[in-house]
């Protein structure tokens, strides 16, 4: 059995005496794969990504970081906050310079230059000049840099334009087949990671509402159009809406359909939608979903 990329048993966090901002996250991420966090706003992805990152300690429970604890796998991991935290008064070169010091013997200059040269940056110039995308480049350059063996990307996409997002996505998943790389990224984007992501982790509430392989999620689960007043039972409902005549659903099938229904395999953000809608929707049973690690 090979170690998991992230693994997290009854993991939880709390701020002082908030409410919990995760709590009772259980879920195993295999190595390789590119794994998508989705949830809504609030939902606990962040705290998630700090927590794997080693930038937070869980309030309970355990997050396996490449086999060890977290702190022990920093050197291995590359994390790009939300905000992209970076030395304001140092260019463009200076930061580069900065990470290849940083990771002596493993940094990869080549990689880091080219995602700031798509951008057209002057190297000499200072981090605090540059806008939020440019800003961005050069956090994911740092990051792809490291040739880290696990990626962590909180939001990495969200202020980048859409051809800039086009071509760092490119860099990105070239780079990640070629060396193996687990990543996990957050976005709000769903629909365009359908394309890039393998692996999908939604989180709800603080808790993991659904995790596993993409095909897998979307396989186990049937988006049903019938007539209006259809019984779905017995199979599992995780969102159900009648218009006029018609009823549409998003269910997981027990035993055999209808043959009076239209059904199609759900996208992916029909999937994540259908959910979302739905806090109460009930998680599918581990066993199904679980990816072989
Ligand atoms: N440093 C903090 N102190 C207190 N509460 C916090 C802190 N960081 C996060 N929280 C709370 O924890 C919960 C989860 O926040 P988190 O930032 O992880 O969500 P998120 O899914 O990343 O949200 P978004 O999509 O808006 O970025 C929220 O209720 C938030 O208010």
Redesign the pocket.
Known sequence: MTVPALEADALGKR??R??W?LRDCSFRLPAARVCAVV??????????LALAAGLLAPTEGTVRVLGAHPAAARPRVGFVA?DKPLYPQLTVAETLRMGADLNPGRWDADTAHRAVAGGDLDPGRRIRALSGGQRTRVALALALGKRPELLLLD?PMADLDPLARHELMGLLMGEAAAHGTTVVM?S?VVAELEDSCDHLLL?GG?QVRLSGEIDDLLAAHTRVTAPAGADLAPHEVVESRTTGRQLSAVIRPSGPLSDDWRTHTPSLEELVLSYLRNPTAPAPAPEILEAAV
């Open positions: 701020f002082g908030r409410a901002a949830g809504s706003n609030g939902a606990g992805k962040s705290t998630l939300q939001e957050s709000h989180i603080g």
